[in-house]
Protein backbone atom coordinates (compact mmCIF):
# COMPACT_ATOMS: atom_id res chain seq x y z
CA UNK A 1 0.00 0.00 0.00
CA UNK A 2 3.05 2.41 0.74
CA UNK A 3 3.90 2.12 -3.07
CA UNK A 4 0.42 2.76 -4.04
CA UNK A 5 0.35 6.23 -2.16
CA UNK A 6 4.06 7.38 -3.40
CA UNK A 7 3.11 6.34 -6.97
CA UNK A 8 -0.70 8.07 -6.28
CA UNK A 9 1.69 11.42 -5.09
CA UNK A 10 4.32 11.38 -7.73
CA UNK A 11 1.46 11.21 -10.35
CA UNK A 12 -0.68 14.00 -8.49
CA UNK A 13 2.58 16.30 -9.03
CA UNK A 14 3.06 15.28 -12.40
CA UNK A 15 -0.47 15.90 -13.26
CA UNK A 16 -0.69 19.03 -11.33
CA UNK A 17 2.57 20.60 -13.04
CA UNK A 18 1.26 19.69 -16.25
CA UNK A 19 -2.36 21.23 -15.44
CA UNK A 20 -1.00 24.23 -14.30
CA UNK A 21 0.96 25.11 -17.35
CA UNK A 22 4.59 24.45 -15.17
CA UNK A 23 6.96 23.22 -17.60
CA UNK A 24 8.56 20.29 -17.24
CA UNK A 25 11.91 21.35 -18.67
CA UNK A 26 13.60 22.48 -14.69
CA UNK A 27 11.97 18.98 -12.96
CA UNK A 28 14.75 16.40 -12.13
CA UNK A 29 14.36 13.56 -14.13
CA UNK A 30 12.80 11.19 -11.52
CA UNK A 31 9.92 14.24 -11.59
CA UNK A 32 9.85 14.04 -15.66
CA UNK A 33 9.95 10.02 -15.83
CA UNK A 34 7.42 9.69 -12.58
CA UNK A 35 6.31 6.67 -12.07
CA UNK A 36 8.71 4.79 -13.18
CA UNK A 37 5.49 2.02 -13.66
CA UNK A 38 3.88 3.37 -17.10
CA UNK A 39 0.03 4.44 -16.26
CA UNK A 40 -2.66 3.36 -18.30
CA UNK A 41 -4.68 6.77 -19.43
CA UNK A 42 -7.51 5.81 -17.33
CA UNK A 43 -5.44 5.12 -13.86
CA UNK A 44 -4.60 9.04 -14.92
CA UNK A 45 -7.94 10.08 -14.97
CA UNK A 46 -8.68 8.17 -12.01
CA UNK A 47 -6.16 9.74 -10.17
CA UNK A 48 -7.46 13.42 -10.93
CA UNK A 49 -10.84 12.71 -10.64
CA UNK A 50 -10.02 11.64 -7.15
CA UNK A 51 -7.57 14.36 -5.87
CA UNK A 52 -10.38 16.93 -7.46
CA UNK A 53 -13.07 16.14 -4.69
CA UNK A 54 -11.58 18.58 -2.63
CA UNK A 55 -12.13 21.32 -4.84
CA UNK A 56 -14.48 23.97 -3.66
CA UNK A 57 -15.03 25.10 -7.78
CA UNK A 58 -15.93 23.13 -10.38
CA UNK A 59 -13.39 21.33 -11.99
CA UNK A 60 -12.37 22.46 -15.58
CA UNK A 61 -13.64 25.47 -18.00
CA UNK A 62 -17.41 26.17 -18.85
CA UNK A 63 -18.58 24.99 -22.31
CA UNK A 64 -21.06 25.40 -24.99
CA UNK A 65 -23.51 21.60 -24.00
CA UNK A 66 -24.44 19.27 -23.50
CA UNK A 67 -22.45 17.34 -25.54
CA UNK A 68 -23.41 13.83 -24.91
CA UNK A 69 -27.09 12.42 -26.25
CA UNK A 70 -28.65 11.91 -22.69
CA UNK A 71 -30.87 9.22 -24.49
CA UNK A 72 -27.75 7.37 -25.29
CA UNK A 73 -26.17 7.57 -22.46
CA UNK A 74 -29.30 6.45 -20.10
CA UNK A 75 -29.74 3.50 -22.73
CA UNK A 76 -26.02 2.73 -21.59
CA UNK A 77 -26.63 3.45 -17.45
CA UNK A 78 -25.78 -0.03 -16.69
CA UNK A 79 -22.49 -0.02 -18.41
CA UNK A 80 -21.41 2.90 -16.30
CA UNK A 81 -18.16 3.40 -14.76
CA UNK A 82 -17.99 4.67 -11.36
CA UNK A 83 -14.37 5.35 -9.87
CA UNK A 84 -14.11 4.84 -6.11
CA UNK A 85 -13.68 8.34 -5.60
CA UNK A 86 -17.07 8.95 -7.06
CA UNK A 87 -18.75 5.83 -4.96
CA UNK A 88 -16.91 7.44 -1.78
CA UNK A 89 -19.11 10.96 -1.91
CA UNK A 90 -22.23 8.89 -2.36
CA UNK A 91 -21.25 6.56 0.33
CA UNK A 92 -20.16 9.38 2.89
CA UNK A 93 -23.46 11.22 1.72
CA UNK A 94 -26.23 8.57 2.53
CA UNK A 95 -24.10 6.41 4.70
CA UNK A 96 -24.64 3.50 2.61
CA UNK A 97 -22.60 0.42 1.27
CA UNK A 98 -20.34 1.02 -2.23
CA UNK A 99 -23.09 -1.36 -3.70
CA UNK A 100 -26.10 0.77 -2.68
CA UNK A 101 -24.08 3.88 -3.44
CA UNK A 102 -23.11 2.26 -7.16
CA UNK A 103 -26.99 1.20 -7.97
CA UNK A 104 -27.75 5.07 -6.62
CA UNK A 105 -25.33 6.24 -9.30
CA UNK A 106 -26.61 3.76 -12.02
CA UNK A 107 -30.15 4.98 -10.95
CA UNK A 108 -29.88 8.79 -10.91
CA UNK A 109 -28.18 8.37 -14.37
CA UNK A 110 -31.30 5.94 -15.73
CA UNK A 111 -33.32 8.98 -14.60
CA UNK A 112 -31.93 12.37 -15.39
CA UNK A 113 -34.09 14.19 -17.45
CA UNK A 114 -33.24 17.30 -20.10
CA UNK A 115 -34.49 20.26 -17.63
CA UNK A 116 -32.16 19.12 -15.13
CA UNK A 117 -28.92 20.00 -17.11
CA UNK A 118 -26.96 22.74 -15.88
CA UNK A 119 -23.57 23.07 -17.69
CA UNK A 120 -20.78 21.38 -19.19
CA UNK A 121 -17.31 21.61 -18.37
CA UNK A 122 -13.97 20.85 -20.16
CA UNK A 123 -11.68 18.80 -17.89
CA UNK A 124 -8.39 18.59 -18.23
CA UNK A 125 -7.80 15.05 -18.46
CA UNK A 126 -5.26 13.21 -20.82
CA UNK A 127 -7.08 13.46 -23.33
CA UNK A 128 -9.35 16.61 -22.43
CA UNK A 129 -12.86 15.39 -22.17
CA UNK A 130 -16.13 17.42 -22.09
CA UNK A 131 -18.04 16.88 -18.95
CA UNK A 132 -22.36 17.27 -18.60
CA UNK A 133 -23.06 18.35 -14.99
CA UNK A 134 -26.61 18.17 -14.03
CA UNK A 135 -28.73 19.08 -10.71
CA UNK A 136 -30.94 16.24 -9.76
CA UNK A 137 -33.22 16.85 -6.82
CA UNK A 138 -35.05 14.08 -5.44
CA UNK A 139 -35.66 11.91 -1.89
CA UNK A 140 -32.21 12.39 -0.94
CA UNK A 141 -31.98 15.84 -1.36
CA UNK A 142 -29.89 17.88 -4.35
CA UNK A 143 -27.01 16.41 -6.31
CA UNK A 144 -24.41 17.54 -8.37
CA UNK A 145 -24.00 14.69 -11.18
CA UNK A 146 -20.83 15.00 -13.88
CA UNK A 147 -20.44 12.53 -16.52
CA UNK A 148 -18.87 12.23 -19.92
CA UNK A 149 -19.21 9.15 -22.84
CA UNK A 150 -16.32 8.14 -24.30
CA UNK A 151 -15.20 4.77 -26.00
CA UNK A 152 -19.24 3.39 -25.76
CA UNK A 153 -19.30 3.88 -22.14
CA UNK A 154 -20.58 6.39 -19.61
CA UNK A 155 -18.03 7.74 -16.91
CA UNK A 156 -19.79 9.63 -13.71
CA UNK A 157 -17.11 11.78 -12.49
CA UNK A 158 -19.32 13.38 -9.81
CA UNK A 159 -22.08 12.36 -7.72
CA UNK A 160 -22.54 14.62 -4.40
CA UNK A 161 -24.56 16.82 -2.97
CA UNK A 162 -23.99 20.48 -4.99
CA UNK A 163 -20.85 22.49 -3.34
CA UNK A 164 -21.82 25.49 -5.18
CA UNK A 165 -24.96 26.55 -6.18
CA UNK A 166 -26.31 25.11 -10.01
CA UNK A 167 -28.90 26.72 -12.20
CA UNK A 168 -30.86 24.26 -14.20
CA UNK A 169 -32.04 25.11 -17.66
CA UNK A 170 -35.31 24.73 -16.42
CA UNK A 171 -34.65 27.66 -14.19
CA UNK A 172 -34.40 26.11 -10.42
CA UNK A 173 -31.11 26.61 -9.04
CA UNK A 174 -29.58 23.63 -6.97
CA UNK A 175 -27.58 24.71 -3.67
Not at 42 to 56: C, E, P
Not at 91 to 119: G, K, Q, W
Request: proline share 7%; net charge negative; with cysteine.
Amino acid sequence: MPEVNKLKSRCIMFVTRVLSGQSLVGASFAERNSPSVPLREQQIVDIVVSTSKTSATPVGRKVDGPVHDLIEVKRLASLSRVPDGTLQDVIDALACSPDDAHSYVLDIIRNLSAPEYCETREMDYIPPVKGDVYGVRNDEGDWYVKFYFQHGRVTVTSCHPPKWPLTRIDGLTIA
